[in-house]
T-cell receptor
Protein backbone atom coordinates (compact mmCIF):
# COMPACT_ATOMS: atom_id res chain seq x y z
CA UNK A 1 0.00 0.00 0.00
CA UNK A 2 1.11 3.52 -0.68
CA UNK A 3 0.27 6.76 1.04
CA UNK A 4 1.26 10.39 1.11
CA UNK A 5 1.20 12.86 3.98
CA UNK A 6 1.37 16.56 3.31
CA UNK A 7 2.21 18.52 6.43
CA UNK A 8 0.34 21.79 6.62
CA UNK A 9 -2.95 22.26 4.82
CA UNK A 10 -2.24 26.00 4.48
CA UNK A 11 1.08 27.75 4.01
CA UNK A 12 1.44 31.52 3.76
CA UNK A 13 4.60 33.24 2.55
CA UNK A 14 5.51 36.74 1.54
CA UNK A 15 6.27 37.50 -2.08
CA UNK A 16 9.99 36.89 -2.64
CA UNK A 17 10.30 34.50 0.31
CA UNK A 18 11.27 30.84 0.19
CA UNK A 19 8.49 28.36 -0.46
CA UNK A 20 8.70 24.99 1.30
CA UNK A 21 5.86 22.49 0.99
CA UNK A 22 6.35 19.22 2.80
CA UNK A 23 5.55 15.74 1.59
CA UNK A 24 6.30 12.38 3.18
CA UNK A 25 5.45 9.12 1.52
CA UNK A 26 5.05 5.48 2.35
CA UNK A 27 5.63 2.81 -0.26
CA UNK A 28 6.50 -0.87 -0.22
CA UNK A 29 8.24 -0.59 -3.60
CA UNK A 30 10.57 2.04 -5.03
CA UNK A 31 8.26 5.01 -5.47
CA UNK A 32 7.55 7.37 -8.27
CA UNK A 33 6.76 10.76 -6.80
CA UNK A 34 4.98 13.71 -8.31
CA UNK A 35 3.99 17.24 -7.46
CA UNK A 36 0.94 18.72 -9.14
CA UNK A 37 -0.51 22.23 -8.90
CA UNK A 38 -4.19 23.06 -9.11
CA UNK A 39 -5.56 26.54 -9.70
CA UNK A 40 -9.17 27.30 -8.71
CA UNK A 41 -11.76 25.37 -10.69
CA UNK A 42 -9.12 23.76 -12.87
CA UNK A 43 -7.53 20.37 -13.29
CA UNK A 44 -4.07 19.36 -12.15
CA UNK A 45 -0.88 20.47 -13.83
CA UNK A 46 2.34 18.51 -13.38
CA UNK A 47 5.13 20.50 -11.72
CA UNK A 48 7.76 17.78 -11.54
CA UNK A 49 8.32 14.07 -11.02
CA UNK A 50 10.90 11.74 -9.52
CA UNK A 51 11.48 8.43 -11.29
CA UNK A 52 14.69 7.10 -9.66
CA UNK A 53 17.14 9.15 -11.68
CA UNK A 54 18.56 12.30 -10.05
CA UNK A 55 17.40 12.86 -6.48
CA UNK A 56 17.10 16.60 -7.04
CA UNK A 57 14.36 17.21 -9.56
CA UNK A 58 13.76 20.52 -11.28
CA UNK A 59 10.31 21.39 -12.50
CA UNK A 60 8.42 24.19 -14.12
CA UNK A 61 8.00 27.73 -12.77
CA UNK A 62 11.22 27.56 -10.74
CA UNK A 63 10.10 24.73 -8.44
CA UNK A 64 12.29 21.84 -7.42
CA UNK A 65 12.06 18.88 -5.08
CA UNK A 66 14.58 16.58 -3.46
CA UNK A 67 13.99 12.87 -2.93
CA UNK A 68 15.38 11.69 0.40
CA UNK A 69 14.94 7.98 0.86
CA UNK A 70 16.24 7.95 4.42
CA UNK A 71 13.58 10.49 5.42
CA UNK A 72 10.89 9.18 3.01
CA UNK A 73 10.40 12.77 1.95
CA UNK A 74 9.92 14.69 -1.28
CA UNK A 75 9.58 18.32 -0.23
CA UNK A 76 8.84 21.01 -2.81
CA UNK A 77 10.77 24.26 -2.76
CA UNK A 78 11.05 27.51 -4.65
CA UNK A 79 13.63 30.14 -3.72
CA UNK A 80 11.41 33.16 -4.30
CA UNK A 81 7.62 33.12 -4.22
CA UNK A 82 5.56 35.00 -6.76
CA UNK A 83 1.94 36.04 -6.45
CA UNK A 84 1.07 33.73 -9.32
CA UNK A 85 2.23 30.73 -7.24
CA UNK A 86 -0.87 30.95 -5.07
CA UNK A 87 -2.68 27.67 -5.65
CA UNK A 88 -3.27 24.19 -4.21
CA UNK A 89 -0.32 21.81 -4.39
CA UNK A 90 -0.64 18.04 -4.31
CA UNK A 91 2.03 15.46 -3.73
CA UNK A 92 1.37 12.01 -5.17
CA UNK A 93 3.03 8.60 -5.17
CA UNK A 94 2.78 6.14 -8.03
CA UNK A 95 3.04 2.38 -8.25
CA UNK A 96 5.76 0.47 -10.06
CA UNK A 97 3.96 0.75 -13.36
CA UNK A 98 2.48 4.14 -12.47
CA UNK A 99 -0.92 2.67 -13.14
CA UNK A 100 -2.49 4.95 -10.57
CA UNK A 101 -1.52 7.74 -8.23
CA UNK A 102 -2.26 8.15 -4.54
CA UNK A 103 -2.55 11.81 -3.60
CA UNK A 104 -2.07 13.72 -0.41
CA UNK A 105 -4.75 16.04 0.88
CA UNK A 106 -3.05 19.08 -0.58
CA UNK A 107 -1.44 22.27 0.69
CA UNK A 108 -2.93 25.64 -0.15
CA UNK A 109 -0.20 28.18 -0.75
CA UNK A 110 -1.01 31.81 -0.09
CA UNK A 111 1.40 34.51 -1.23
CA UNK A 112 1.12 37.93 0.39
CA UNK A 113 2.63 41.28 -0.52
CA UNK B 1 -3.98 22.17 -27.79
CA UNK B 2 -4.39 18.37 -27.68
CA UNK B 3 -4.61 17.83 -23.94
CA UNK B 4 -7.17 15.74 -22.06
CA UNK B 5 -10.65 17.03 -22.79
CA UNK B 6 -13.70 16.55 -20.58
CA UNK B 7 -17.36 17.28 -21.20
CA UNK B 8 -19.46 18.73 -19.70
CA UNK B 9 -17.42 20.95 -17.42
CA UNK B 10 -20.33 21.51 -15.09
CA UNK B 11 -23.47 19.50 -14.47
CA UNK B 12 -26.29 20.15 -12.02
CA UNK B 13 -28.73 17.31 -11.63
CA UNK B 14 -31.55 16.29 -9.36
CA UNK B 15 -31.06 13.42 -6.98
CA UNK B 16 -32.02 10.13 -8.60
CA UNK B 17 -31.18 11.19 -12.13
CA UNK B 18 -28.46 9.58 -14.26
CA UNK B 19 -25.49 11.56 -15.54
CA UNK B 20 -22.75 10.76 -18.00
CA UNK B 21 -19.35 12.37 -18.42
CA UNK B 22 -17.12 12.04 -21.43
CA UNK B 23 -13.34 12.11 -21.60
CA UNK B 24 -11.13 12.38 -24.65
CA UNK B 25 -7.51 11.51 -23.75
CA UNK B 26 -4.35 12.70 -25.43
CA UNK B 27 -4.49 10.94 -28.77
CA UNK B 28 -1.52 8.58 -28.50
CA UNK B 29 -2.13 7.67 -24.85
CA UNK B 30 -3.23 4.09 -24.23
CA UNK B 31 -4.04 4.51 -20.53
CA UNK B 32 -7.02 6.42 -19.25
CA UNK B 33 -7.92 7.10 -15.62
CA UNK B 34 -10.88 8.46 -13.69
CA UNK B 35 -10.45 10.19 -10.35
CA UNK B 36 -12.89 11.91 -8.02
CA UNK B 37 -12.07 15.00 -6.00
CA UNK B 38 -14.23 16.50 -3.26
CA UNK B 39 -13.71 19.93 -1.73
CA UNK B 40 -10.62 20.14 0.40
CA UNK B 41 -9.36 16.71 -0.59
CA UNK B 42 -6.89 15.30 -3.04
CA UNK B 43 -8.07 13.30 -6.03
CA UNK B 44 -9.06 9.70 -5.33
CA UNK B 45 -8.53 6.95 -7.87
CA UNK B 46 -11.68 5.38 -9.30
CA UNK B 47 -10.65 3.24 -12.24
CA UNK B 48 -8.29 2.91 -15.18
CA UNK B 49 -8.17 1.44 -18.65
CA UNK B 50 -5.37 0.21 -20.80
CA UNK B 51 -6.73 0.50 -24.30
CA UNK B 52 -10.30 -0.81 -24.03
CA UNK B 53 -9.67 -3.08 -21.04
CA UNK B 54 -10.70 -1.87 -17.59
CA UNK B 55 -7.81 -3.15 -15.49
CA UNK B 56 -8.57 -1.84 -12.03
CA UNK B 57 -11.53 -0.47 -10.12
CA UNK B 58 -11.48 1.17 -6.72
CA UNK B 59 -13.88 0.09 -4.01
CA UNK B 60 -15.10 3.69 -4.23
CA UNK B 61 -16.71 2.76 -7.53
CA UNK B 62 -20.08 1.49 -6.36
CA UNK B 63 -22.44 -0.45 -8.60
CA UNK B 64 -24.13 2.83 -9.54
CA UNK B 65 -20.95 3.86 -11.35
CA UNK B 66 -19.90 2.42 -14.67
CA UNK B 67 -17.05 3.40 -16.94
CA UNK B 68 -16.43 2.33 -20.49
CA UNK B 69 -13.82 2.82 -23.15
CA UNK B 70 -15.27 0.82 -26.02
CA UNK B 71 -12.76 1.54 -28.75
CA UNK B 72 -9.77 2.35 -26.64
CA UNK B 73 -10.09 6.04 -27.34
CA UNK B 74 -12.65 8.19 -25.49
CA UNK B 75 -14.24 7.06 -22.26
CA UNK B 76 -17.54 7.65 -20.49
CA UNK B 77 -18.32 7.60 -16.80
CA UNK B 78 -21.98 7.11 -15.95
CA UNK B 79 -23.50 7.59 -12.53
CA UNK B 80 -26.96 6.11 -12.08
CA UNK B 81 -29.49 7.20 -9.46
CA UNK B 82 -27.30 10.06 -8.31
CA UNK B 83 -27.04 10.90 -4.62
CA UNK B 84 -25.98 14.13 -2.96
CA UNK B 85 -22.78 12.42 -1.87
CA UNK B 86 -21.83 12.06 -5.52
CA UNK B 87 -21.28 15.82 -5.76
CA UNK B 88 -17.62 16.23 -6.65
CA UNK B 89 -15.25 16.98 -9.46
CA UNK B 90 -14.60 14.02 -11.72
CA UNK B 91 -11.16 14.15 -13.24
CA UNK B 92 -10.04 12.23 -16.26
CA UNK B 93 -6.38 11.63 -16.99
CA UNK B 94 -4.29 9.79 -19.53
CA UNK B 95 -0.78 8.47 -19.96
CA UNK B 96 1.37 6.50 -22.31
CA UNK B 97 1.68 3.21 -20.51
CA UNK B 98 5.02 1.53 -20.86
CA UNK B 99 6.77 -1.38 -19.22
CA UNK B 100 7.30 -1.85 -15.54
CA UNK B 101 8.93 0.97 -13.62
CA UNK B 102 8.30 3.39 -16.42
CA UNK B 103 7.08 6.22 -14.19
CA UNK B 104 5.03 7.61 -17.03
CA UNK B 105 3.51 11.01 -16.49
CA UNK B 106 -0.24 11.15 -16.00
CA UNK B 107 -1.86 14.21 -17.59
CA UNK B 108 -5.13 15.50 -16.19
CA UNK B 109 -8.08 17.19 -17.81
CA UNK B 110 -9.87 20.24 -16.44
CA UNK B 111 -12.45 18.12 -14.65
CA UNK B 112 -16.23 17.84 -14.70
CA UNK B 113 -18.03 19.34 -11.74
CA UNK B 114 -21.13 17.49 -10.60
CA UNK B 115 -23.66 19.04 -8.24
CA UNK B 116 -26.54 16.85 -7.10
CA UNK B 117 -29.46 18.81 -5.64
Amino acid sequence: AQSVTQLGSHVSVSEGALVLLRCNYSSSVPPYLFWYVQYPNQGLQLLLKYTSAATLVKGINGFEAEFKKSETSFHLTKPSAHMSDAAEYFCAVGSGTASKLTFGTGTRLQVTL
Amino acid sequence: DTGVSQDPRHKITKRGQNVTFRCDPISEHNRLYWYRQTLGQGPEFLTYFQNEAQLEKSRLLSDRFSAERPKGSFSTLEIQRTEQGDSAMYLCASSLGGGRNSGNTIYFGEGSWLTVV
